[in-house]
């Protein structure tokens, strides 16, 4: 079975393979095949699109502590679009696996955003179904979610970036960062960090990587600036 290599590919293994194949199967291709009684990914789409938000939230929660309720609904919301959703899809090389009718093949269907993006969320709604929400949580930190600081997401946080504009908008100040202490185990580290401006002022940050420490680290100096400031 042509999906045993994508099984693979992700280190997991169904139990149901056919509720993955389901998860695979467009609604173009149950209508040219109505004799074989398929069923297509529409429920197990609507699925994943909950267990995705209710996964990214836990994580944000836990990841950006020092992140307001605006600012997580922000950085979910640019998760969980359809952009983002394809190119998680195309992360983990789904496309090929898309069983399609002829006509929506030949119209450019296996390319089209929306039509991957909902692969990936009926793949994940498969995936709960037959491992469960802690599978599902422990899929998307391993396989998506280390994507969220190190790709096009990381505007949204980029406290750093912010700060170091600030503070080399008058000559001669400096920045630097430290991890002051790393804590925990291995699959769920939390670091401290702290911020340097100047060799005196200080603020620090927590965070479950260095970078996000580093990051929140920023975002506590940047409201520290912005209140003397007035």
Known sequence: MELEKLEKALSINFSDKQLLKQAFTHSSYV??????HLSDNERLEFLGDAVLELATSDYLYN?????????????RASIVCEESLYRFAEILGLRQYVL???????????????????????????????????A???????????????DAFSHVMDYKTKLQEVIQSERGNTLEYRIIEEKG????KEFLAEVIVNGKKCTRGT????????????????DELNRENG
């Open 100 to 134: 399609l009718g002829k006509g929506e093949e030949r119209t450019g269907g296996r390319n089209r955003q929306a039509l991957l993006a909902d692969i990936f969320e009926s793949f994940l709604g498969a995936l709960y179904l037959d491992q469960g929400m802690d």
């Open 31 to 36: 209508n040219e095949h109505q004799k074989n």
């Open 63 to 75: 990841e950006c502590k020092q992140m307001s309720e605006g600012e997580l609904t922000k950085l």
């Open 136 to 150: 599902c949580q422990a899929f998307l930190e391993r396989r998506i979610f280390p994507h969220i600081e190190t």
């Open 185 to 188: 185990p291995a699959h769920r």
């Open 207 to 222: 965070g479950n990587s260095k970078k996000s420490a580093e990051q929140f680290a920023a975002k506590q100096m940047l």
